[in-house]
């Protein structure tokens, strides 16, 4: 099994920034990406970034230029650095990871997510 655990989160003005941060432990054979989804009331989960382990990263377009993702492929964690903040981030973020636990099996797996409140 592969057990993600995330930290950061919590209340922010807008225009402020915050920093997520997960690790991931378990039966790890090959981290092929990790990234973040978020989820806000009475909404679908959606992508917010990604990052593959030869480091290209993707971005959905609402916070191109404002949330970094970075990586380490030693450590097997992520982190988003989120700045310029906007109500509209507000949501519960879930760190996610696309792992291999041997040569033939390959699967995501999701943290418990953290809470990101955005007060206008």
């Known amino acids: 099994q592969v057990h993600l655990v995330e930290t950061g989160g919590g209340l922010v003005q807008a225009g402020g920034s915050l920093r997520l941060s997960c690790a991931a432990s378990?039966?790890?054979?090959?981290?092929?990406?990790m990234g973040w989804d978020r989820q806000a009331p009475g909404k679908q989960r959606e992508m917010v970034a990604t990052?593959?382990?030869?480091?290209?990263?993707y971005y959905t377009d609402s916070v191109k230029g404002r949330f970094t993702i970075s990586g380490d492929n030693a450590k097997n964690t992520v982190t988003l650095q989120m700045n310029s903040l906007k109500p509209e981030d507000a949501a519960v973020y879930y760190c996610?990871?696309?792992?291999?636990?041997?040569?033939?099996?390959?699967?995501?797996?999701w943290g418990q997510g953290t809470q990101v409140t955005v007060s206008s």
């Open positions: 990052i593959t382990s030869g480091g290209t990263t």
């Open positions: 378990g039966t790890i054979f090959r981290m092929n990406a």
């Open positions: 996610r990871a696309n792992v291999n636990r041997d040569w033939d099996n390959r699967s995501d797996y």
